[in-house]
């Protein structure tokens, strides 16, 4: 079964600072997406950024950019210029098959004015 | 184009009692998902629907039960509740265009078992 971990339970970033958001994940496949979702106190889960396996190249959705490492199975989050809006608990999640994501256990960002 | 809605969005019942929530999917999407969001055991997957047939399913017992609509609008049900079926309770619907399999979320019901 496929696992996702993420080893940062809280993390803390100065306005206009750059921040990144470690996740690893477990999985024998070959072929599969992975996901960066954010969550506001509003409950509200939000698409960040998505990385699909066979793409070397890194995603970038502007100031949100992943380093993405398939061997060491290992899928981090860059957000650059930190602003007060991105306060939330973000999650990393994994999908290889189906509409079945498995999600780490999150991480609570918090921004500092 | 409007998100995925939920409804409704809190509710309270009693230990006991069955429980159904509604998720209407983005227009077009045809796949469904639920998830369930606790504390202590973080977002768990519990089934998905594509086209009326439940496609996938997560590890919970058979209390929790779904269903798709022809319109693609899906319900699940959870019998018997326990106190430990608190939880938000989240649905995600997907377009599955060229097999991206983004899902997009609704706001969540809350479900608060007493």
């Known amino acids: 079964a496929q696992t996702v971990t993420q080893s940062q339970p809280e993390m803390s970033v100065q306005e206009a600072e750059t921040v990144t958001l470690s996740c690893t994940y477990d999985t024998s496949e070959s072929d599969y997406y992975l996901f960066w979702y954010k969550q506001p106190p509003s409950r509200q889960m939000i698409l960040v950024i998505r990385?699909?396996?066979?793409?070397?190249q890194n995603a970038t959705e502007n100031r949100f950019s992943v380093n993405f490492q398939k061997a060491a199975k290992s899928f981090s989050l860059k957000i650059s210029d930190s602003q007060l809006g991105d306060a939330a608990m973000y999650f990393c999640a994994y999908n290889n098959a189906g509409n079945m994501l498995t999600f780490g256990g999150g991480t609570r960002l918090m921004v500092k004015p | 184009k409007a998100g995925v809605t939920q409804t409704p969005r809190y509710l309270i019942k009693t230990r006991g009692q069955q429980v159904t929530l509604s998720c209407s999917p983005i227009s077009g999407h045809r796949s469904v998902s639920w998830y369930q969001q606790t504390p202590g055991q973080g977002l768990q997957f519990l089934f998905e629907?594509?086209?009326?047939?439940?496609?996938n399913k997560g590890n919970f017992p058979g209390r929790f039960s779904g269903r798709q609509f022809s319109n693609s609008r899906s319900e699940m049900n959870v019998s018997t509740l326990e106190l430990g079926d608190s939880a938000l309770y989240l649905c995600a619907s997907s377009l599955e265009l060229t097999f991206q399999y983004e899902q997009y979320f609704g706001p969540g019901t809350r479900l608060t078992v007493t």
């Open positions: 629907y594509f086209s009326e047939t439940q496609r």
């Open positions: 990385q699909e396996a066979y793409k070397q």
